[in-house]
């Protein structure tokens, strides 16, 4: 019998509608009743049991879960501050969204700035910045397609970062990137999700990858505000990772070039830098890199061995989780979430390009497939 035999009583089986984040957890968040709100019905992401990856770390007794942000409605756990900051800007009055991006900031953005002209604000626009050459296509053209408009700059997401910085403090536009704190209010609703999800407690170890360092941020500060509040009695230590190219953090310095195939972490001076320092500090974790073979490694087996789909910068959460089991650092009988940030198919090319599992061509007959396959 495994987790999913268990049974379910019938009064706890529902198909009800979840209303989005802010509507499900208000009486928690930086948000009045008055305030009307953009949302795509984000949150409420599966945590999946991952037997196979807790195989792979070889500790004795240990429950590795995923919560899957991949689940949300532009494909990554972005939604979850985009809907705050998108609601909250459009309160204000702002009705010209900017961002840097390297992805799915710019997808998320395009989403619920789209979202805001369906729901009356018909002269909502929404301006991304990408560093040219470094997004994965499925993110661009959600950017695209949504109806952003996209400037590539012959730059890295630092320098765009600096540069919608100063175009927000010049122009009526409201910022969007995760120094708004609007994006870290809603992100940290995952932590209350995962404790809701686990029956009340907090897991012993949460995973997450790193890049500007925004969402371990919000982690931190869901998981102390459920505590505060008495709804769980433990905190899990943080343990973020970073690419080996792109480990500001872990190195103790800005990386100027920053290069790693995990595009969504490739920030080489995180503005939540100091913030992340602090989760990992007070709660006992870690932050340390992984290098982009481990990364690799980490993403074939979350999809081939567990069946889930993400993009590479989400299997740093498990290759680090993994790097950190053979260190003997995670204790027996722990439980870990990793966090998936977003989903694979952002980024199909990279699926392509790695997997050893690849395609065969024959002609249009049932012998001529037979034989292929060595039947
Ligand atoms: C944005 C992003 C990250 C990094 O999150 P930060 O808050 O910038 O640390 C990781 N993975 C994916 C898929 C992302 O889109």
């Given at each position: 019998?495994?987790?999913?035999?268990?049974?379910?009583?019938?009064?706890?089986?529902?198909?009800?509608?979840?209303?989005?984040?802010?509507?499900?957890?208000?009486?928690?968040?930086?948000?009045?009743?008055?305030?009307?709100?953009?949302?795509?019905?984000?949150?409420?992401?599966?945590?999946?049991?991952?037997?196979?990856?807790a195989?792979?770390c070889g500790i004795i007794g240990l429950?590795?879960?995923?919560?899957?942000?991949?689940?949300?409605?532009?494909?990554?756990?972005?939604?979850?501050?985009?809907?705050?900051?998108?609601?909250?800007?459009?309160?204000?009055?702002?009705?010209?969204?900017?961002?840097?991006?390297?992805?799915?900031?710019?997808?998320?953005?395009?989403?619920?700035?789209?979202?805001?002209?369906?729901?009356?604000?018909?002269?909502?626009?929404?301006?991304?910045?990408?560093?040219?050459?470094?997004?994965?296509?499925?993110?661009?053209?959600?950017?695209?397609?949504?109806?952003?408009?996209?400037?590539?700059?012959?730059?890295?997401?630092?320098?765009?970062?600096?540069?919608?910085?100063?175009?927000?403090?010049?122009?009526?536009?409201?910022?969007?990137?995760?120094?708004?704190?609007?994006?870290?209010?809603?992100?940290?609703?995952?932590?209350?999700?995962?404790?809701?999800?686990?029956?009340?407690?907090?897991?012993?170890?949460?995973?997450?990858?790193?890049?500007?360092?925004?969402?371990?941020?919000?982690?931190?500060?869901?998981?102390?505000?459920?505590?505060?509040?008495?709804?769980?009695?433990?905190?899990?230590?943080?343990?973020?990772?970073?690419?080996?190219?792109?480990?500001?953090?872990?190195?103790?310095?800005?990386?100027?070039?920053?290069?790693?195939?995990?595009?969504?972490?490739?920030?080489?001076?995180?503005?939540?830098?100091?913030?992340?320092?602090?989760?990992?500090?007070?709660?006992?974790?870690?932050?340390?890199?992984?290098?982009?073979?481990?990364?690799?490694?980490?993403?074939?087996?979350?999809?081939?061995?567990?069946?889930?789909?993400?993009?590479?910068?989400?299997?740093?959460?498990?290759?680090?989780?993994?790097?950190?089991s053979?260190?003997?650092?995670i204790e027996r009988e722990s439980?870990?979430?990793?966090?998936?940030?977003?989903?694979?198919?952002?980024?199909?090319?990279?699926?392509?390009?790695?997997?050893?599992?690849?395609?065969?061509?024959?002609?249009?007959?049932?012998?001529?497939?037979?034989?292929?396959?060595?039947?």
């Amino acid at each position: 019998m495994n987790f999913w035999s268990k049974l379910i009583p019938s009064k706890e089986r529902t198909t009800k509608y979840w209303p989005g984040l802010i509507n499900a957890y208000r009486d928690l968040l930086d948000i009045d009743n008055k305030t009307h709100i953009i949302s795509l019905a984000e949150g409420n992401t599966p945590l999946i049991p991952a037997p196979a990856i807790a195989q792979a770390c070889g500790i004795i007794g240990l429950s590795v879960y995923i919560k899957f942000e991949g689940a949300n409605p532009s494909g990554s756990f972005k939604d979850r501050g985009m809907t705050m900051a998108v609601t909250k800007a459009i309160s204000k009055g702002l009705r010209t969204m900017v961002c840097a991006s390297t992805g799915n900031t710019s997808a998320s953005a395009a989403a619920y700035t789209a979202c805001a002209r369906a729901n009356g604000y018909s002269d909502a626009k929404c301006i991304v910045l990408v560093p040219d050459g470094y997004i994965a296509m499925g993110k661009l053209s959600q950017a695209i397609i949504y109806g952003s408009q996209v400037v590539q700059i012959a730059g890295n997401f630092d320098q765009a970062l600096n540069i919608v910085r100063e175009l927000a403090d010049k122009y009526p536009i409201a910022l969007v990137n995760s120094v708004n704190p609007d994006r870290i209010e809603g992100q940290k609703t995952a932590a209350f999700e995962i404790c809701d999800q686990l029956d009340g407690r907090a897991p012993d170890i949460l995973c997450i990858p790193v890049g500007n360092a925004g969402n371990i941020t919000a982690y931190w500060a869901g998981f102390k505000q459920y505590a505060a509040l008495g709804l769980v009695k433990n905190q899990p230590k943080m343990m973020g990772f970073q690419a080996a190219g792109a480990a500001p953090i872990v190195l103790g310095h800005p990386v100027e070039n920053p290069e790693t195939i995990a595009t969504a972490i490739r920030i080489g001076n995180p503005a939540s830098w100091k913030m992340a320092k602090e989760a990992v500090e007070q709660s006992f974790g870690l932050i340390d890199s992984v290098t982009d073979a481990e990364i690799i490694e980490a993403y074939k087996l979350i999809h081939s061995a567990q069946g889930i789909c993400c993009e590479p910068a989400s299997a740093a959460s498990v290759a680090g989780l993994i790097k950190a089991s053979k260190q003997g650092k995670i204790e027996r009988e722990s439980t870990v979430v990793c966090v998936l940030t977003g989903h694979g198919l952002k980024d199909s090319q990279t699926a392509l390009d790695v997997s050893e599992f690849k395609p065969i061509r024959t002609s249009a007959t049932e012998s001529a497939v037979a034989q292929a396959l060595n039947l």
